[in-house]
């Protein structure tokens, strides 16, 4: 069974960082390309960032220059590295990872994705 399990959000002034990690179990890691999405109260989610199975990067265009996505295929993690937070960043960040092997790819679409974490909380105050 495949497990994702996110850590790292929490509350954070703007301007400031937050790295969040997420730990996949149950498949070969280095072989699928994972997500980050986001969901803001009211919202629908949102693709935030991806990186395929060859590393590949792609990024909505409101966090380009400020987030950095990386995977540690030797850990079977992926990174959300956050910079230069903005209130607007605010939600719950979920990971996922492709249905797919060796996709490079539709990563921004989250009919890409099978498997989610439960979420963690980002909260950017002003």
């Known amino acids: 069974q495949v497990q994702l399990v996110e850590s790292g959000g929490g509350l954070v002034q703007a301007g400031g960082s937050l790295r969040l990690s997420c730990a996949c179990s149950?498949?070969?890691?280095?072989?699928?390309?994972m997500g980050w999405f986001r969901q803001a109260p009211g919202k629908e989610r949102e693709f935030v960032a991806a990186?395929?199975?060859?590393?590949?990067?792609h990024y909505t265009d409101s966090v380009k220059g400020r987030f950095t996505v990386s995977r540690d295929n030797a850990k079977t993690t992926v990174y959300l590295q956050m910079n230069s937070l903005k209130p607007e960043d605010t939600a719950v960040y979920y990971c996922?990872?492709?249905?797919?092997?060796?996709?490079?790819?539709?990563?921004?679409?989250?009919?890409?994705?099978?498997?989610w974490g439960q979420g963690t909380q980002v909260t950017v105050s002003s």
């Open positions: 149950g498949r070969i890691f280095s072989r699928h390309g």
């Open positions: 990186i395929s199975w060859n590393g590949g990067t």
């Open positions: 996922a990872s492709d249905s797919s092997e060796f996709r490079t790819n539709a990563l921004g679409i989250d009919k890409a994705y099978d498997y």
